[in-house]
Every structure is written in C-alpha cells, then in structure tokens.
C-alpha cells in the first residue's frame, strides 16, 4: 500500500510537469508570434515607404519630361510641383510618426532631422528635388537603423530612477539590454501601450537564462568573446514583454 502511494504521487508529479512545459511551450509559441508580426509590419511600413517614393519618382521624372516639351505650360507645372510637394511633406509626417514609436536610441536626433524636412518641404525652402532625395536618404537611415547592431557605454536610469553606468546593447529595432558596469543589474527594453501611444520601459526581473544570454551577447559584440552566433530569448525582445 506504501509502494502505490508512492507510484502515485510520482505520477501526480510527472503530470504537473508535463503541464509546465506544455504552458512553457505554448508562451513561446506565442511571443514567437508576436515577435514574427511586429517584424513583418515594420517591414510592411518601409516596404510601403518606399513604394510612395517610387511612385513620387516616377511622377519627378514624368514633370521633367513635360518642362521640356510644354514650357508655356507654367501654371500646370506649378500645380504639379504642389501636388508633388503636398505628397512629399504626408510622407516626411508619415516618416515622422514611425520614427518617434521606435525604440529611445538617438531618436530625438534622428526625428529632428525628420521634422527639418517636413518643414522646409511645407515652407518652401526646399524644392521637389532635394526634398525627395533627403527623403530617401532618411528613409535609407531607418532601414539601416533597424537592421544594424550597436553597442555603447552610456549612463542610464534605471526603472527605479536610480542612475547607473551601463553598457547598452541594440539589436535594430527588436532588442535593446543592458548590465552595468559590475554585471550585477540586468534590463531588456519592453514596448507597451499607455494611453493610445507608444511608450517604452526597463524591465530588470531577468531570470538566469536571460542574464547570460544578454552578458554574452554583449560579450562577443565588445570582442571580449570569440566571434559567434548569439540566440538572444524572444522573451529579452522589445515585443516579446509587450503588454
């Protein structure tokens, strides 16, 4: 009767865990996705950005040829060239508004530069031309922006205000952590909503797991690491803690 009892508890046991790791499983599965749909609107979102400006292009190219032939036509091309502008500038805001929801790096910087061009297209301080080739040249930026690795030593304040020296790690637009200066404070940059907008915190409640993968990661960048392939968690990704 002891020896069943026994059987029986190990069974119990061996069931409970089967369900933790169906759960662990089924989180992964699930941040994984959401991990796979934020990639693939951002890379709808520059993909149709550059579609726009293919398009403005074609139009650029198609005005010049009508200079050519109709000078007389002076008032048409004007209308043109503010049709043009007017779809140059909805761009330059659109450009705008994805720059300000990515993550805090240099971004008041690079959104700077952003809102100079809407305003010298809406201002008339620049023509057609050079506004549609800063527009390319800023929306070349953000591509490299979300593809590149970073890292930089830099001071940070931490979720509870206090105020460290940190190494900072970026991965595009997806992941962003940090550990101080003794390794002993681990964060992972997290996107959530507050309020209909975009708004980004620190979390610090890093198991293990992602500790190391985050030291490593930030190892090997730093060349303190041999060269490898490092496999942050999709838990460590900006979306992977979204609430």
Same mark, same amino acid.
Not at 36 to 43: P, Y
């Given at each position: 009767e002891k020896l069943n009892s026994e059987i029986q508890k190990l069974n119990r046991q061996i069931a409970a865990t089967d369900s933790m790791l169906k759960a662990d499983d089924s989180r992964? /599965?699930?941040?994984?996705q959401r991990y /796979?749909?934020?990639?693939? +609107? +951002? +890379?709808g979102e520059i993909d149709s950005l550059n579609a726009k400006i293919r398009n403005v292009a074609e139009q650029l190219q198609e005005e010049r040829g009508k200079q050519a032939r109709a000078k007389n036509r002076s008032e048409n091309v004007a209308a043109k060239r503010k049709a043009l502008r007017s779809a140059l500038a909805a761009i330059s805001k659109q450009l705008e508004t994805q720059v300000a929801q990515t993550v805090p790096w240099e971004r008041e910087t690079r959104l700077d530069r952003v809102k100079s061009l809407t305003r010298d297209i809406e201002g008339g301080n620049a023509s057609e031309e050079e506004a549609f080739s800063r527009l390319k040249s800023l929306v070349a930026e953000e591509t490299k922006f979300g593809d590149e690795v970073a890292v930089v030593n830099s001071p940070l304040t931490r979720k509870n205000g206090e105020l460290i020296n940190a190494t900072i790690l970026r991965i595009g637009n997806q992941w962003m952590v940090y550990t101080d200066d003794n390794a002993s404070v681990y964060g992972s940059l997290v996107r959530r909503m507050e309020n209909g907008s975009v708004v980004y915190e620190w979390n610090e409640e890093l198991n293990l797991e992602e500790r190391s993968a985050v030291k490593l990661a930030i190892d090997v960048k730093q060349a303190r690491k041999p060269p490898q392939v490092v496999k942050l968690p999709v838990s460590l990704s900006v979306v992977g803690g979204e609430k």
């Open positions: 992964y /599965k699930t941040l994984q /796979k749909a934020d990639t693939d +609107r +951002r +890379r």
